[in-house]
């Protein structure tokens, strides 16, 4: 194995790291202020790759997609918390997950009525096209070096924006002591219905950066929301440090599994055993790392409420 | 989710010829309606639906039902279509795995299966069965002409599919006709969506050439990462992951790809001129690969029900394996195995008039049969 391509497939794993902390912070942020399990988070992911690819074809403008992408997937979040969320904060996880899970049947069957079943055309905008050249002369994706970017902004944004403003004050109250801060006179239910929206809108950014990657269709959603539950549980159910933690962990282990069990298998096995053993204990990989940490913490490497 | 899409009742009548049934024959149409693999069900029941339409036969009622891709749910309906709604034939599932779930019990309580597309290995070899039709190929076909395809200008071939049942016929298929070096083969998750780890591995691999089996989404992701990669080794794959229902969403990075398929919408026979302007004036776009196979399939349920009752098993099986169809394929029979003898072709995607479409550069098996139909003893 050469360097250059050791460097390849770890930045592929940031990458991917990165794009489920977008999915993974808004899950437990809203998790951890409200307590809320929200299985229709992958929606959200969904519908803002939706948007983008919509206004995208509409105007011709990838970055004017990604606004309405980050701007309806907030107005849906706030939808549906108007509507539906606001009254489940009070009920046990099972009536959460069930109306969640509604939503996410609302919101597949719905997008597959406006939009049909065949999936939406969404390209990567010509000023991040093609690859650059990297030290050690590995080629990688100026989209991909992107999205690393990005998602290291959003997580920068994210740290000062619970750590140094009233808002983000305001959002660690409320996970400590929901009645408290209510009592304190602040308005909590505005309060969730911002902190979902922010959520919601993180996972549609997620959705509109990754739609150009990959195919922009019904269900898109659910996969990736399975990665973003595995990623919380390891870093820590509430915890936005644990997320960044988590879901890098998970997006390099997936990726390095992916690559390398294949070629550690092949060692010992002729190479159509060894590739078909090795896909499959590497799909298995991030649940067994997901096991082992939460045999040794099993609140997650990084727990919110102390 | 289990939602009755549609019990359409079809047509005008006509003065059927020979013994026509005084009781309707009844089809049950399992297929993928939600989900990401709805879009192949729909051109499957859409394809089935246009030539009962054009037969106009009123003694003819389809039931329809999505299986959500979920071989339980295919389950459930088949038992239902079987024991309530005492369907005469089943057919329209996608996918292997479903097909296997639900065909061999059906078979077994005496109900036809005539399959649109999947076509396991299992049931062209020794579990094949009098009452079991495949309209389409066997699942290995397009793979094996890809292979052959490969001889010819590739050395080194890096071969890649997701890791199920249908994955491992594909590159089975592909090694059994491609001569050269295997310089890895890569089997990814079903439903996989990120292929940065494999393209890497692409680009380290010194290959010559690339065979990929990605169906559905998973080929649309594949495709736009690697256009982006810089890597520029030539992709090849079976018709499945560059079809009609797949290409406007890949865009132009997969211009120039080379696949497999038994029918191109540019095939010179007459069925194909009259079948595609009609797909395209009924549903608005262009037919795919799977609206071909259903329509055929509906084609060989309406020549033999135009000569038997399909309460009478034999005659009716009989009818069915004469395959007195136009097919939009050209050349179409039946193999002892009741699995499709056909030429089959290697195509390029080429865009035409703004829209991405494939055209047809050489055949590649002429009356090409498969593998299996040796192990089947009928």
């Given at each position: ?33 409200m ?13 803002g ?29 706030a939808i ?74 959003v ?49 549609g ?13 019904v ?70 790392v ?17 | ?26 089809i049950?149409m ?21 030539a ?12 329809t ?30 996918w ?38 495949n ?9 094996e ?23 491992k ?9 491609y ?28 290959a ?17 990462q ?6 520029k080794?030539?992709?090849m ?9 797949v ?44 609206a ?50 056909q ?25 090409h ?9 009928m």
């Amino acid at each position: 194995m050469t360097i250059a391509l050791a460097i390849e497939q770890l930045l592929n794993g940031l990458q991917l790291g990165v794009m489920l902390f977008l999915m993974a912070a808004g899950l437990t942020l809203i998790f951890g202020v409200m307590g809320l399990i929200n299985l229709a988070h992958g929606s959200l992911y969904m519908v803002g790759a939706f948007a983008c690819a919509t206004i995208a074809a509409w105007t011709g403008s990838f970055w004017l997609g990604l606004v309405a992408s980050l701007a309806a997937a907030a107005a849906a979040g706030a939808i549906i918390e108007l509507t539906v969320i606001r009254r489940l904060y009070d009920r046990d996880h099972l009536d959460q997950v069930l109306a969640t899970f509604a939503l996410i049947l609302i919101f597949s069957e719905g997008t597959r009525w406006i939009f049909g079943s065949f999936p939406l055309y969404l390209d990567i905008p010509p000023l991040l096209q093609g690859a650059v050249a990297l030290p050690g002369g590995a080629e990688y994706p100026l989209y991909r070096l992107a999205i690393i970017a990005v998602g290291a902004a959003v997580a920068i944004g994210l740290y000062l924006l619970i750590s140094k403003t009233r808002l983000g004050m305001r959002i660690r109250a409320g996970e400590s002591d929901r009645e408290m801060i209510g009592a304190l006179g602040v308005d909590i239910r505005t309060l969730y219905t911002i902190v979902f929206a922010l959520g919601s809108a993180l996972a549609g950014f997620a959705g509109a950066m990754v739609g150009a990657l990959q195919s922009v269709q019904v269900g898109m959603g659910e996969p990736v929301l399975i990665l973003a539950f595995v990623v919380i549980v390891i870093g820590g159910i509430g915890s936005i440090k644990g997320a960044l933690i988590g879901a890098i962990l998970v997006g390099v282990v997936d990726t390095l599994g992916r690559f390398l069990l294949p070629q550690i298998l092949a060692i010992l096995l002729p190479p159509a055993q060894a590739g078909l053993m090795g896909g499959a204990l590497a799909s298995m990989l991030i649940y067994i790392v997901m096991a082992v940490i939460l045999a040794v913490k099993p609140r997650g490497l990084f727990t919110a409420h102390g | 989710m289990k939602n009755l899409l549609s019990a359409a009742v079809i047509g005008l009548g006509i003065a059927a010829t020979g013994q026509a049934a005084a009781e309707p024959l009844k089809i049950g149409m399992i297929t993928t309606l939600s989900g990401g693999g709805a879009g192949l069900g729909m051109d499957t029941r859409d394809g089935f639906m246009l030539a009962i339409k054009q037969a106009g036969n009123k003694d003819i009622e389809v039931i329809t039902e999505d299986d959500g891709q979920k071989p339980e749910l295919a389950v459930q309906i088949a038992d239902k279509m079987i024991q309530s709604d005492q369907v005469d034939i089943l057919t329209g599932i996608v996918w292997s795995n479903l097909l296997m779930a639900v065909a061999p019990s059906a078979v077994a309580q005496g109900k036809f299966y005539v399959s649109t597309n999947a076509a396991p290995a299992a049931l062209a070899g020794e579990k094949c069965n009098p009452l079991y039709f495949n309209a389409a190929y066997q699942n290995d076909n397009l793979h094996e002409a890809m292979g052959e395809y490969a001889n010819k200008d590739y050395k080194k071939m890096f071969i890649m599919a997701p890791n199920y049942p249908a994955g491992k016929d594909s590159l089975t298929g592909f090694k059994r006709y491609y001569k050269g070096e295997v310089a890895a083969e890569v089997y990814t998750q079903v439903g996989q969506t990120d292929y940065a780890a494999e393209i890497a591995q692409i680009r380290a691999s010194g290959a010559d050439g690339v065979f990929i089996f990605l169906p559905g989404g998973m080929g649309i992701a594949f495709m736009k990462q690697y256009s982006q990669s810089g890597v520029k080794t030539p992709v090849m794959g079976p018709g499945f992951s560059f079809s009609q229902d797949v290409l406007p969403a890949i865009g132009d990075a997969a211009l120039g790809v080379k696949n497999s398929g038994q029918w191109a919408k540019d095939l010179d026979n007459e069925a194909n001129k009259k079948f595609v302007p009609a797909f395209q004036a009924e549903y608005g776009r262009l037919p795919s690969i799977y609206a071909v196979q259903a329509y055929d399939a509906a084609q060989l349920i309406l020549s033999a029900a135009a000569k038997a009752d399909v309460k009478d098993t034999e005659a009716f099986r009989a009818e069915l394996l004469k395959a007195d169809i136009q097919s939009p394929r050209g050349k179409f029979k039946f193999n002892t195995n009741q699995h499709p003898i056909q030429d089959i072709y290697v195509a390029e995607v080429i865009k035409e008039d703004g829209v991405l479409t494939n055209k047809i550069i050489a055949p590649v098996f002429t009356d090409h049969g498969d593998a299996y139909a040796k192990d089947c003893k009928m």
